[in-house]
């Protein structure tokens, strides 16, 4: 990686660490906070969706495996919150290889990846909906004791650095693989699977790396989730919810661009707050307001994304 | 029929009237005491939600035109509405928003996931929290100082269910032997159905079959095959509005008529919207749950208010009134709009808090929970809602077993 | 495993092919519009939403039977998805299938909390005297609605069955499906046939919308409730082909309706998602290997 390549990120996460500084709102902060676990949902479905060009409408399987083993090893086993968040992200990569290996050794892509995708996080849902060890449909909750040691902190600020860090790290990680053969590869793989393979890549490998990889990432979205609420129940963690938070964010700032999720999510999570101040009144009006913001975001494209233009340029 | 929906311009209006009441009758400038009120109004949750806040309106109003906090100089108590969205984090966001304007309380929440997320990002500002409907035992067995409930939780509500049954059916000279428990596959169903197979037994009925169903349902028929097949004497449901009113509806097309519905935290069997709709699929169902005080006069005057503005009379209302009403009485007794004055005062509410419509004893909080609460048991009796029991509080007798 | 009754499972696996048959009837529209335009319209659902709407405002508010509302929604609806594909999703997509699911999402977004401004949120039913009904068939006994509902929908899938095979709107379906770009150049418009491809799916809809609303309710969300299984179908019959919608829906229906009898309503969903992961990893072209 060059100077060039961290310039952005290094910039972005000074500016970003500096604004608890200014700004000391607990509103700001907890909208912060949220904007960021859902954009760091969104960089785990970018790496698949975005660079790999898979498109899953099911990335609620892995946030939702990862918020519910960080919050199950400590309640259930009183595993340590920081190594419980560590095993938490590693089991959601895991499923996500799982899926991954079942799905792309079918050969499922395009409308049926994203299928199954969905029909797997609902399966999730339905288990942990059903499921004792979970907590069932009354789910589950960590106990509240605010410790920096317990993984809870009373400043909505230190939580807000967590989530930024986190955030950082995943741009890191999407850079280092847009450098690296994976990354190369993986694109090859979007671009023209035959031909990738034809040239000699192992398209199933390079997918699952993907998976296990985008998996891992948006599940330590879920495992945060869980460590800021201290409440999950399988509508949260397995809901339809992030699986469309997680899409839409790359989408909209530039699918298979570093930014992109990061652009979209803070872009549509401030849309949803201003259609919210001007519309709030009348229930439903200010979310039918936002759908309108949307269409209009996908129609006319914002010309200063960059994600976008560069894209644009390099077809 | 015009009861059945009403044109959007109502919600305006009435959103309207909530602004342009609060200034207008005060006599001393007092500053005005800002008051949250959080409900789900958009989502899943919706229609709950707006029962909620008419009734938190409906009693900010009354406080309002009645002088409001007399030992705050008549000061008028300003609504900050947040809108839940149905979920935990849109919760935990309005009670931020909430903090930061300066609220003095927040009331509502209604359903438990979003009481356990508000409640606890309301407990960072030591801001105090009154839950409305949410009864997940977990929500004041925590330990947060700053959470109250008003109403009973899940454990009281479902003892109650199941001793009320108990004598129900005692004093009939026991007709029901065999149960069949439908359920929602949620929170409040799960629950309640364990519970059910737990306890019924030692009560002299046998659960002859558990049958759980997922919100939203698309088809009640099987489950009417299913207690066709059982033919039991009681059926107990325990699910949110739409799912009961397709199985009572589909339990009257197929001609299945046990000896008794005794609901449990019904969604529809305590809504009048049911009733009136259906009628000969609502009568004589019973339903153990929040209900306002039938005895009380300003419950039917409330009634009446609200029916007016061609709404039905659901308990969600006369819950938000009262809680609103709890925390008014609070402010009163802590003479300051100070949150840790008011955390004070109501911990220490007692019998002398009186302006509430909830069929209660004297209120008093323990660990925050009050613990005079207590749901009570209705049926739909003659196209209306009556309680029938506990016997203090009732306007009915119980129809049970059902006539043949 | 309980054992019922020969006239009780009789009875489910009857239950099962009438709902079904609307399953299938919802599912339609959806495998059209996939077949042809090969997106997956997240708008499906709220579209559902806004049929019933329809039929619910036409019964409170004109006295029209939901039977008869057929009559004027369909018309209304085949123009609103008309208008919706051609000046709305066509142009904001620009081609791309990502901005066509961003676009969809947002559609469903705008219909549901439009809903949900106009008529608030609560649960709506019509009243109707037939609702209770029912066709006894020797010890069973099934509800009128869902056979009235059965009967219809059968019919709309032959109806589409001969416009797609018999005119020449419907051979210019099948040629845009095929081959685009090909149906392109022979001069077929096609921008014009992909919204009269939603319009069909829409004015599906509204027939499904006014069979269900007898013996269902309408709310801002009831189209979710079906959109999930209706994806299961399509994916079951194949996805882009009518007679594979509905012999997935009746398939579907008999499922839920025996998995829910012995395994509980709940459960039996699950049956229905692992039907779903299983045909999608063995047999993605669908169970009955139809294609359009």
Redesign the interface.
């Given at each position: 990686m060059t100077a060039r390549d961290l310039l952005p990120i290094a910039v972005f996460a000074a500016v970003a660490a500096l604004l608890p500084v200014f700004v000391t709102?607990?509103?700001w902060?907890?909208?912060a906070v949220?904007t960021l676990i859902v954009t760091l949902a969104a960089q785990g479905w970018n790496i698949l969706g975005g660079y790999g060009g898979q498109y899953s409408f099911g990335h609620a399987a892995f946030f939702g495996t990862a918020a519910y083993a960080t919050a199950l090893l400590q309640v259930r086993f009183g595993v340590n919150p920081y190594l419980a968040f560590a095993l938490g992200v590693m089991a959601a990569g895991l499923v996500g290889w799982i899926i991954g290996l079942l799905s792309f050794r079918s050969g499922l892509r395009g409308s049926y990846f994203a299928l199954v995708t969905l029909a797997f996080a609902e399966v999730f849902r339905?288990l942990a909906?059903?499921s004792a060890f979970t907590g069932?449909?009354?789910?589950i909750?960590i106990?509240?004791d605010v410790r920096p040691g317990n993984f809870q902190f009373?400043s909505?600020a230190i939580f807000y650095w967590v989530a930024l860090a986190l955030v950082v790290a995943a741009l890191l990680i999407t850079r280092t693989l847009e450098r690296a053969r994976l990354g190369a590869h993986l694109v090859a793989v979007r671009e023209n699977e035959d031909a990738a393979r034809a040239l000699g890549v192992d398209a199933l490998a390079v997918k699952l790396s993907a998976i296990a990889l985008s998996a891992a990432i948006t599940g330590a979205a879920g495992a945060l989730y869980a460590q800021y609420?201290?409440?999950l129940?399988s509508n949260?963690a397995y809901g339809t919810?992030i699986s469309v938070e997680a899409l839409l964010g790359p989408i909209v700032g530039g699918a298979g661009t570093a930014f992109g999720p990061v652009i979209g999510g803070i872009l549509l999570h401030s849309l949803g707050e201003l259609a919210r101040k001007l519309l709030?009144?009348?229930?439903?009006l200010d979310?039918a307001l936002f759908g309108v913001l949307l269409i209009l975001v996908v129609r006319f494209p914002p010309r200063d994304i960059p994600g976008l233009l560069r894209r644009r340029a390099r077809r | 029929?015009s009861q059945?929906?009403s044109?959007?311009r109502r919600?305006?209006l009435l959103?309207a009237a909530g602004i342009l009441a609060a200034p207008g009758l005060s006599r001393a400038q007092a500053a005005p005491v800002k008051l949250g009120i959080l409900q789900p109004?958009?989502?899943?949750l919706?229609?709950d939600?707006?029962y909620g806040r008419l009734g938190a309106e409906l009693a900010i109003n009354e406080i309002n035109s009645t002088g409001g906090i007399k030992a705050l100089g008549g000061a008028q108590i300003q609504m900050v509405f947040g809108?839940a969205r149905s979920?935990?984090?849109g919760g935990?966001?309005e009670v931020?928003?909430m903090?930061?304007e300066g609220v003095v309380a927040v009331v509502g929440g209604f359903a438990s996931?979003i009481c356990?997320?508000a409640s606890?990002?309301a407990?960072?500002?030591d801001l105090p929290y009154i839950v409305d409907v949410g009864v997940?035992d977990?929500i004041v067995t925590?330990?947060?100082r700053n959470t109250f409930r008003f109403s009973p939780g899940f454990g009281s509500v479902t003892r109650a269910a199941l001793d009320n049954l108990a004598t129900l059916n005692n004093n009939a000279g026991r007709p029901a032997r065999t149960v069949v428990v439908v359920h929602e596959?949620?929170?409040?169903?799960?629950?309640m159905a364990q519970l059910m197979q737990r306890e019924l037994p030692s009560r002299g009925f046998e659960v002859v079959e558990t049958?759980?169903?997922?919100t939203?349902?698309?088809?009640m028929?099987?489950?009417a095959?299913?207690i066709?097949?059982l033919n039991p004497d009681l059926i107990i449901p325990s699910s949110y509005?739409?799912e009961f009113?397709?199985l009572a509806?589909?339990l009257?097309?197929?001609?299945i008529r046990p000896k008794g519905i005794y609901c449990v935290l019904n969604g529809a069997a305590s809504n009048f919207?049911f009733v009136r709709?259906?009628p000969?699929a609502a009568n004589l169902v019973m339903d153990v749950n929040h209900w306002a005080d039938p005895r009380k006069p300003k419950t039917a005057e409330l009634r009446r208010a609200v029916e007016a503005q061609n709404r039905f009379w659901l308990y969600n209302t006369p819950i938000n009134y009262s809680a609103v009403m709890l925390v008014a009485d609070a402010l009163e007794r802590a003479g300051k709009a100070d949150r840790t004055a008011v955390t004070e005062a109501l911990t220490k509410t007692d019998g002398s808090f009186t302006r509430h419509i909830m069929p209660y004893g004297p209120t008093r909080f323990e660990n925050g929970q009050n613990m005079a609460a207590q749901a009570v048991n209705t049926q739909v009796q003659n196209n209306d809602i009556k309680v029938i029991f506990p016997t203090d509080f009732a306007d009915a007798q119980p129809v049970f077993p059902w006539p043949a | 495993m309980r054992s019922?009754?020969i006239e009780?499972v009789g009875?489910?696996v009857l239950?099962g092919l009438l709902?079904g048959a609307i399953y299938g009837l919802v599912a339609l529209g959806l495998t059209l519009v996939y077949g042809v335009l090969h997106i997956i319209n997240f708008a499906h659902g709220a579209l559902l939403t806004l049929a019933m709407y329809g039929a619910f405002v036409a019964w409170?508010t004109f006295g029209l039977d939901p039977y008869l509302a057929i009559l004027p929604l369909v018309p209304l609806f085949f123009a609103l998805g008309y208008g919706v594909q051609r000046f709305i999703i066509g142009p904001a997509s620009r081609g791309q299938d990502s901005n066509i699911l961003l676009v969809t999402l947002g559609l469903s977004i705008i219909i549901e909390?439009v809903m949900?401004?106009?008529?608030?949120?609560?649960?709506?039913?019509v009243?109707v005297d037939y609702?209770?009904?029912?066709v006894e068939l020797g010890p069973m006994?099934l509800?009128y609605p869902r056979v009235v509902g059965f009967c219809v929908a059968f019919l709309v899938a032959l109806l589409l069955f001969v416009l797609l095979t018999m005119t020449d709107t419907g051979r210019a379906i099948r040629a845009v499906a095929k081959e685009r770009t090909g149906a392109a150049l022979v001069g077929i418009n096609v921008g014009h046939v992909y919204a009269v491809t939603f319009g069909i799916g829409a004015a599906c809809l509204a027939v499904a919308a006014c069979l269900l609303l007898p013996?269902?309710?309408v709310?801002?969300?009831?189209g979710?409730?079906?959109v999930l299984?209706a994806f299961t179908i399509v994916v079951l019959g194949g996805m882009g082909s009518v007679p594979g919608a509905l012999l997935g829906g009746l398939f579907i229906g008999v499922v839920?309706?025996l998995s829910?009898?012995y395994l509980?309503?709940?459960?039996?969903?699950l049956g229905i998602f692992l039907i779903f992961i299983l045909v999608l990893l063995f047999r993605p072209t669908g169970l009955f290997g139809a294609k359009a």
């Open positions: 709102s607990g509103t902060l907890n909208f949220f339905v909906n059903a069932g449909a009354a789910g909750l106990p509240l009373a909505r609420f201290l409440y129940d949260i919810w709030g009144s009348v229930p439903g979310l | 029929m059945v929906f044109p959007s919600a305006l959103g109004v958009t989502g899943a919706a229609q939600g707006e809108d979920t935990p984090e935990t966001a931020e928003r903090n930061s996931p356990l997320a606890q990002a407990a960072r500002y997940a977990a925590r330990g947060l596959d949620g929170l409040f169903g799960s629950g049958i759980s169903h997922p939203p349902a698309r088809d028929s099987n489950i095959l299913r066709r097949s509005y739409a009113v397709l509806r589909t009257q097309q197929r001609r919207r709709e259906f000969d | 019922f009754p009780i009875e489910a239950n709902t409170h909390n949900l401004a106009v008529f608030r949120s609560d649960t709506l039913s009243q609702a209770m009904e029912v006994l509800g013996f269902f309710y709310n801002p969300r009831v979710n409730a079906f299984v839920e309706s829910g009898l509980g309503d709940s459960l039996g969903q």
